[in-house]
């Protein structure tokens, strides 16, 4: 999903598993990337993920 007031970080549900990734905003490249299955950090990204997604809308 897309979301014109994104943060400056991207989150990922995969599985069982959590990813958040801090990229640059005009090249779109990743400098770090977290994948964790702590499930504090999960709720974490589910609260960011539920506060976006009204006005998300799906990638072109």
Known sequence: MEHDDRPPYGTGLPDDRVTISRYERESGTVNALIDTGVSAVRD????VCERYRPDARPLE
């Open 44 to 47: 974490l990204v589910d609260s």
